[in-house]
């Protein structure tokens, strides 16, 4: 019932830029909390960025100051823009979302995950 789709993934030479996008569909009553989450080859998923209901921002440290995360949430859309990419950024970026949805034993707060778009940054 509930699905999180991103795009805008792809390859692109160290120092570009790409944004991408997850937009959340189903039975969803409420989004608390989206976020982007990577993982590189060989690591463990790590959080990139993540935007609460009320705004609120928070990025990795090896991110913060190039990556912008906003929001369109009359479309439960999450949009993350990446500057100066370099290969460290290499990875499959997962969207989540925190929310309230409805389920078989009825409404319920969880996280949701997309399958995920690689981003390649390679020269």
């Known amino acids: 019932q509930v699905q999180l789709v991103e795009s805008g993934g792809g390859l692109v030479q160290p120092g570009g830029s790409l944004r991408l996008s997850c937009a959340a569909s189903g039975s969803i009553f409420r989004i608390y909390a989206m976020g982007w989450y990577r993982q590189a080859p060989g690591k463990q998923r790590e959080l990139v960025a993540s935007?609460?209901?009320?705004?609120?921002?928070n990025y990795a440290g090896s991110v913060k100051g190039r990556f912008t995360i906003s929001r369109d949430s009359a479309k439960n859309t999450v949009y993350l823009q990446m500057n100066a990419l370099n290969l460290a950024d290499t990875g499959v970026y997962y969207c989540?979302?925190?929310?309230?949805?409805?389920?078989?034993?009825?409404?319920?707060?969880?996280?949701?995950w997309g399958q995920g778009t690689q981003v390649t940054v390679s020269s």
């Open positions: 935007i609460i209901s009320g705004g609120n921002t």
């Open positions: 989540n979302a925190d929310a309230l949805t409805g389920t078989l034993s009825g409404p319920a707060r969880n996280d949701y």
